[in-house]
């Protein structure tokens, strides 16, 4: 992988874990919230739908920025990470019908309205920072082959389609 693309990618993908694991901790001081409007409180559905998937994304941004070798590994991890912030949220509510991250705040004297209030929240909280981190572990991951490809890490033999017996 490029220097440049494993550290941009890898930094991103760091923050990005960060932004994810901390905003539900810090996001009441600002009206910005699911669930209780209470700071620093840790329960299971934050642990598994904000902490866990933060730290898949920060482990594997650091690997991908301190070990080039297995950045595949770090990448896959942190898609792992980015997927589990999309998906978490809707599999706990049919796993454990009652648990999840709770309502958004949606707060009516908002800047916003309650609608637009809820999809930023949606999206800072859970869909839109997974994305995000789905698509530079991608990225990272797409360089990491690309780049043993060029290395003459797996070299292609022609394939004639249309006599296979070639």
């Known amino acids: 992988m490029s220097t440049t693309t494993s550290r941009v990618s890898g930094c991103l993908l760091i923050l ?4 994810g694991g901390i905003v539900p901790f810090i996001g009441p001081y600002f009206g910005y ?10 329960n299971t559905d934050r642990l598994w739908l904000s902490v866990l998937p933060a730290a898949a994304a920060i ?4 690997i991908v920025l301190l070990l080039p070798r297995v950045s595949a590994l770090g990448a896959l991890l942190a898609a792992l990470g980015g997927a589990w912030f999309v998906l978490g949220g809707p599999v706990m509510a049919v796993a454990k ?3 999840g991250p709770g309502a958004p705040a949606t707060a009516s004297g908002a ?3 309650p609608a637009t209030m ?4 949606n999206a800072g909280f859970f869909s839109g920072v997974g994305i995000v981190i789905v ?3 991608a990225v990272a991951l ?9 290395a003459g890490g797996m070299e292609a033999e022609p394939v004639d389609t249309l006599n296979p017996a070639y």
């Open 97 to 99: 019908p009652g648990t």
């Open 16 to 19: 990005l874990g960060v932004w």
């Open 59 to 62: 482990l594997g941004g650091l």
């Open 118 to 121: 809820h999809l930023l929240e």
């Open 142 to 150: 797409g360089r990491s082959g690309v780049t043993r490809l060029a």
């Open 111 to 113: 800047m916003f309205g």
């Open 135 to 137: 698509f530079f572990a």
């Open 33 to 42: 919230y699911y669930g209780k409007n209470q700071t620093w409180l840790f």
